[in-house]
Structure formats: C-alpha cells, structure tokens
C-alpha cells in the first residue's frame, strides 16, 4: 500500500541520513587527523630546522677562526640550502592549504547533502503521518 510504501521511503531517507552522517563525521575525523600530523609534521621540521641551524652556527663560528675564506664559502652554501628548503616548506604549505580547502569544501556539500536529506525525511513523516489518518477515517467510514 502506499502507507507501506511512504514507510519504506522514510526508513530509505532515514538510513540515508545515517549514512550521509557518518559520511561527515568520518570526513571531520579525517580532517581532524591530517590538521593534527600536519601540526605535527611542522613542528618536527621546525625543530629539526633549529637543531640544524644550531649545528651550523657552530660550524660556521668555527670555520671564521681557522679560516674567513672557508666560512664565507660555508654562509654561500647554507644560505643556497636554506633558499631551497625555505621553497620546498613554501610549496608544501600550499599544496596543504589547497588539501584543507578541499576537504572543507567537502563538508560544507555533506552538510547541504545532510540538511535536504533531513528536509526530505521530515516531509516523508509528514505526508505518512496523512495518509495514516486517512486511513484511519476511511475505516472508520467503512464501519460506519
């Protein structure tokens, strides 16, 4: 029948949005875990980029007392390295912005996926609970 019918529809559109529900929450998770290893991973390369420069500060220092040639020629090199570290945490950065924004843009479309999912159960329910009643009256006309 057609109540029977409008049930199965609600209990669709209610598994639907169970679904489209864990969708999201395993999506923020997701979001959550790569913000965290992300934070993680830059603090890592931030004390490793410390430990470095610590380590070269005290090579430099002393390279400038055995020899000023051989220290200017190490500050060259270190700079070039940092140059091109500097790039690399740049291009890093970026591409981890754009992961972010992706990944936000996916849950501002499951949040729209799970708001008109809701909007449709609630007008499910709603046209169920009309057709119970019209059943009721029809039977009740019948009996009569």
Request: glycine letters at 2%; hydrophobic letters at 30%; proline letters at 0%.
């Amino acid at each position: 029948t057609s109540v029977e019918a409008a049930r199965g529809e609600r209990d669709k559109l209610r598994a639907d949005l169970s679904e489209a529900n864990h969708r999201l929450s395993l999506l923020a998770q997701d979001l959550d875990d790569h913000n965290a290893h992300m934070e993680a991973n830059t603090q890592h390369q931030i004390q490793e980029l410390e430990r470095h420069y610590r380590e070269q500060v005290r090579e430099l220092q002393e390279a400038v007392l055995r020899e000023r040639d051989s220290a200017r020629e190490q500050v060259s090199v270190a700079t070039r390295d940092l140059t091109t570290h500097n790039s690399q945490l740049q291009q890093e950065e970026a591409h981890l912005k754009q992961v972010m924004t992706q990944l936000q843009n996916d849950v501002r479309r499951l949040e729209g996926e799970n708001l008109e999912v809701s909007e449709k159960l609630q007008e499910a329910e709603k046209m169920l609970q009309q057709m119970e009643k019209q059943s009721q009256e029809m039977q009740q006309l019948k009996q009569k």
